[in-house]
């Protein structure tokens, strides 16, 4: 009874997110941004530890509690609420590579922690649309400050249970203001997924390529960002699949 009060109520929490603040700009804001900047708040990268894919976390994924650590539920981890692990099964078998594997997760932190921070925020200024015909343009010598500032608060990155294919999770928080009077605009949480396609072994043992995919995959998720705040579905699947074409990182 206790646990079904404890998902409910973040469910309704979830639900609840941005329930003020819009999560994307309407026509008339849109309408008003000739010259956007991208800033960075947060001080690095962030990688949350993944309760099933830890050795240490195994005697959590019993027949009885599996699910709700799958959800993320008893880690109280957004993250795994939205993308974690589903079901029981999934639960047990996460736990049964990760013993297999138990340098996995801090390889994936290692890795992550030098990843290039700033491909996200280039991808998503590369992404704004350029300015109307509408927006003045001033003088070579001189151009005019931006007039919207989004500002990245926070990124974090979970590996996914290292079974089969190296998979991992990405959450950013953002919000758009004005740049002068820094009116939110805009604000909301951006989750992705990626999914390699390399085993999570053989993507470990290359630090280089596994660094080189990081980095595209936080280059589509600015240009995720990007989409989401113009009006796309944000509820819309965000994962990056092996077929599809890595987004270029910068020049």
Not at 53 to 71: C, D, F, T
């Amino acid at each position: 009874m206790r646990r079904s009060a404890v998902v409910s109520g973040m469910l309704l929490a979830l639900a609840g997110i941005n329930g003020c603040t819009p999560a994307f700009l309407g026509p008339a804001e849109r309408g008003k941004i000739c010259r956007v900047a991208v800033e960075e708040q947060f001080e690095a990268i962030e990688v949350q530890a993944n309760p099933v894919a830890n050795p240490a976390g195994g005697a959590l994924a019993g027949a009885g509690s599996a699910a709700l650590v799958a959800l993320g539920v008893l880690a109280l981890n957004p993250l795994g609420v939205l993308q974690g692990v589903v079901g029981a099964a999934g639960s047990v078998a996460c736990a049964a590579a990760a013993a297999a594997h138990p340098n996995a997760e801090a390889e994936f932190r290692e890795i992550v922690m030098t990843a290039d921070r700033g491909a996200l925020t280039r991808a998503l200024e590369a992404a704004m649309p350029s300015p109307g015909a509408g927006c003045r343009n001033g003088p070579e010598r001189a151009p005019e400050p931006p007039d919207t500032v989004i500002r990245i608060d926070r990124v974090q990155l979970m590996m996914g249970c290292p079974t089969g294919r190296q998979a991992y999770f990405m959450t950013v928080e953002w919000r758009a203001m004005s740049a002068s009077g820094r009116k939110v605009l805009a604000e909301s949480k951006t989750r992705c997924t990626q999914i390699s396609p390399l085993d999570a072994d053989v993507w470990s043992a290359d630090p280089e390529r596994a660094r080189a995919e990081v980095n595209g995959a936080l280059a589509r998720t600015g240009q995720r960002i990007a989409a989401e705040l113009l009006g796309a579905d944000k509820w819309s699947s965000c994962t990056f699949r092996p077929e599809e074409p890595r987004a270029a990182g910068p020049p």
